[in-house]
């Protein structure tokens, strides 16, 4: 079964950096586009970054351009979310995300949280 687990978040202050990993399993994973999106307390879950098949498209969410950056080792099966400069605002829980024809699969989650 498709399976998302991701990894890597935790407590920063605010210019410090994390980076996420998202490993990946069931499915064949160079066959897909990644995301990566967020949900702050009270908010609605957010497309933070996009990565295509072969990682040579990204798109990200304004909010976050410039400061993050989706990567992807295909060999690995496994998606990455390097953040850096990072902001009270950016504090939230990080889903690791694959969309196939029409159902999406979610990982449980990685909190950052973002506080001095």
């Known amino acids: 079964q498709v399976q998302l687990v991701e990894s890597g978040g935790g407590l920063v202050q605010p210019g410090g950096s994390l980076r996420l990993s998202c490993a990946a399993s069931?499915?064949?994973?160079?066959?897909?586009?990644m995301n990566w999106y967020r949900q702050a307390p009270g908010r609605e879950r957010e497309l933070v970054a996009t990565?295509?098949?072969?990682?040579?498209?990204?798109n990200y969410a304004v909010s976050v351009k410039g400061r993050f950056t989706i990567s992807r080792d295909n060999a690995k099966n496994t998606v990455y979310l390097e953040m850096n400069s990072l902001k009270p605002e950016d504090t939230g829980v990080y889903y690791c995300n694959v969309r196939f024809v029409n159902i999406d699969y979610w990982g449980q989650g990685t909190q950052v949280t973002v506080s001095s």
């Open positions: 990565i295509t098949r072969a990682g040579r498209s990204t």
């Open positions: 069931g499915f064949t994973f160079s066959f897909y586009t």
